[in-house]
């Protein structure tokens, strides 16, 4: 359940939703719909997205589905603090890149009354958990868990697998580097590196 019509008061309270999953799964997708939804209830919205993420655009949330909605990028999370006058609905996208400061400022702001809206990678490549992403999920009213379609055999995929050899933590890529399967068929690719 998803409260976008928050009652305009001082007493509101605030959330933290966290949308997670593989690579491909719509965890952006979904991150747009939501803060749509926001604005459509005429609530302040400002969306943030990592600087390390210029795949699509420095100054747009895309998703792969080319849905787009304006954002803000920033060096870091506590840069989120300095563009948030009179807003209501704060969503960040590709939690998993941000600094572990990032689950502090998301709890703070829920505490001030702001609903806040995350994305991230709930496991790295490797399939451990990723990044402060995990931690989010353990402090949010709202956990959704949303999942792609296993490239090999078409069940649900909650694995992002890597389909080189880079070791490198961080790494951006698309359908050339990444592909979503489910545990059983990554199980199977990982035996095999």
Not at 39 to 63: E, G, H, L, M, T
Not at 95 to 124: H, P, S, W
Request: charged share 30%; glycine share 6%.
């Amino acid at each position: 359940m998803f409260l976008e019509n928050y009652v305009k008061d001082i007493s509101k309270q605030g959330s933290l939703e966290i949308i997670t999953g593989s690579m491909f799964s719509g965890k952006t997708e979904e991150l747009i719909r939501r803060l749509k939804r926001a604005k459509i209830a005429k609530q302040n919205v400002k969306i943030f997205k990592p600087d390390f993420d210029n795949r699509y655009s420095s100054n747009k949330v895309i998703s792969h589905d080319s849905n787009k909605i304006k954002s803000i990028s920033v060096k870091n999370s506590e840069e989120i603090l300095q563009h948030l006058e009179k807003v209501e609905v704060v969503g960040i996208d590709e939690a998993q890149f941000f600094d572990e400061n990032l689950y502090n400022i998301c709890n703070e702001l829920a505490n001030k009354g702001l609903r806040v809206i995350v994305t991230g990678l709930d496991m790295d490549y490797e399939g451990k958990p990723f990044g402060v992403v995990p931690m989010l999920m353990a402090s949010a009213e709202y956990v959704t868990k949303v999942h792609a379609i296993c490239m090999e055999c078409g069940n649900l995929a909650q694995y992002s697998y890597r389909k080189n050899q880079n070791k490198d933590l961080l790494l951006l890529g698309e359908k050339d580097s990444y592909e979503p399967l489910c545990r059983k068929c990554f199980q199977k690719n990982i035996k095999n590196l």
